[in-house]
């Protein structure tokens, strides 16, 4: 809002404001399978994720919606992999249709984020 002494306030264009999540952690990892071959996997991020947020994990080709988290702002979310492929990931957290980004430097360069890598057996 703009105000001037002898003209009416005047408002700009809103413009939209992408934040990308920050993936923090993944627990249990290495993640063992259960009988019936399903995984559950908590994640923790930053910022914290509202309750209206949708927030999906992206494992290799697939997209699993979060459990509800309905309490409030979380930094911790958990995951239900039914059918858990078996291998080592770099997965990303979605929320509300933005990616967290799997890379972060080191003194050689950009490498895949340790903090984003899921060990599924």
Known sequence: VIEGTDEPARTSNALPLSLSPRLTGISP??????GS??????IQCSPQVLPEQRARLLLGEREIPSKPHDAGPTDTLAFEIDDAPTGEFVVRLRLDGVDSLPL????????FDPAQKVTIT
């Not at 990892?29 to 259960?34: E, F, Q």
């Not at 972060?104 to 490498?111: E, V």
């Open 29 to 34: 990892n290495p993640a063992p399978r259960n």
């Open 37 to 42: 071959g399903a995984v559950t996997l908590t």
């Open 104 to 111: 972060s430097s080191d003194a050689t360069g950009l490498i």
